[in-house]
């Protein structure tokens, strides 16, 4: 058995911006992550990193200047088809958005190197968190280990080992389901997908399912294509069976122009089933000392834009409530859930409305009024989040 000051379990964006602010102010802190090692998996595709929160929780961690090196430039630019493959709505990148498009994994290359050697502890998965009489709280490992903490923060996703410890909720099923494929060297091999995808964002939407897709580097196009249909209805389809599965989805989608259903049924990649699932819009706890969440273990919600932006924004207010209230870890929490909870359920809501915008029985003109009205929250229609 260990002692630490700070466990936080989960490396992910929300859990390294913490332990990145807690060390920029001279806070010990270690991470505890079930991965093997930093590139065990590949870490998802684009990220708009928003100038209200995500790039708020950068600058915290003095990380503004690494992060401006991985932008890829001209990403902003986002189109809607309809089903036929006319273009609706077509917004050019002018280098002026607000939402500049990162990889995943890059950012969190970059956050990975700001900390010291040792902060972040692979291979360690958690099996079970408990309180103990004095107030502290333990955390038990796959390996037989032990972690006993003054300070145990939960960024640890959807299926939380530490939530438990603050409340009973757990993640339901959002009634859809994304199926997650790649086309590589598209430019070249699969022209006319790449025409229709453009420079950015692509968004092809209907009345119960639409396929959406994003243009990464590398020509690579990254599609995400949603139905709301039953968890029971995907659970029928057998992903093991590569070519069968896409060609089920692709039954979903007959009569669709052939340059958007290509991104499922010319896939370079086996297809990935994404099940959707969200917390309880509003879920919050009573304050239990010595413990709290941050990201999807406080406030899943299915995709909208703002995951991984709410994540590090969580994740840098609690780092900079710790550092202004030394000595009184209680006064740090109290502070930072008082401005988490709204905030998560205000993006929990806005996520909502969207997904009834893009998938409702108006779609996609409803998606295109709000875009008319100037809601630019529409534009965080972003399924890598």
């Not at 502890?121 to 490992?141: N, P, Q």
């Amino acid at each position: 058995m260990t002692s630490t000051p700070v466990t936080i379990i989960g490396a992910g964006l929300g859990g390294l911006t913490l332990a990145r602010v807690l060390h920029v102010h001279g806070i010990p802190v270690t991470v505890h992550e079930a991965e093997p090692a930093p590139d065990a998996r590949a870490q998802g595709g684009m990220l708009d990193i928003h100038d209200y929160n995500g790039q708020i929780a950068l600058a915290a961690a003095g990380l503004t200047e690494e992060f401006r090196a991985i932008v890829l430039e001209g990403r902003q630019a986002m189109r809607v088809l309809d089903r036929d493959g006319a273009v609706l709505l077509d917004r050019p990148d002018d280098g002026t958005g607000g939402r500049p498009e990162v990889q995943r994994g890059e950012l969190r290359r970059i956050l990975l190197g700001s900390l010291p050697e040792g902060t972040v502890r692979w291979g360690s998965k958690v099996t079970g968190t408990r309180t103990l009489a004095d107030g502290r709280h333990e955390v038990a490992f796959a390996d037989g280990g032990t972690v006993v903490t003054g300070l145990l923060v939960g960024a640890d996703g959807a299926w939380s080992r530490v939530r438990p410890l603050l409340s009973d909720a757990v993640p339901a099923y959002a009634g859809a389901s994304f199926v997650e494929t790649y086309l590589f060297d598209a430019d070249t091999r699969h022209p006319a997908a790449a025409k229709a995808v453009g420079g950015g964002a692509m968004m092809a939407l209907a009345p119960g399912g639409g396929i959406q897709a994003h243009r990464e580097d590398g020509g690579r196009l990254h599609t995400y294509v949603a139905l709301s249909r039953p968890r029971e209805w995907f659970d029928a389809v057998d992903f093991s069976d590569a070519a069968g599965a896409i060609a089920r989805i692709a039954q979903e989608f007959d009569g669709w122009a052939p340059e958007l259903t290509s991104l499922l049924t010319e896939s370079d990649s086996a297809p990935v089933l994404r099940p959707l699932y969200g917390l309880p819009v509003g879920h919050r706890w009573d304050r239990v000392p010595g413990v709290t969440l941050i990201g999807d273990a406080a406030h899943l919600a299915p995709p909208n834009g703002e995951g991984a932006n709410l994540a590090m924004l969580d994740g840098a207010e609690l780092g900079l409530a710790l550092a202004a209230h030394p000595g009184d870890t209680e006064a740090a929490l109290t502070a930072y859930e008082r401005d988490m909870f709204p905030r998560g359920a205000e993006a929990a809501t806005d996520g909502a409305e969207l997904h009834a915008l893009m998938f409702g029985e108006d779609a996609p003109h409803g998606l295109l009024a709000a875009f008319a009205a100037g809601e630019e929250e529409a534009a965080g229609a972003h399924p890598g989040q």
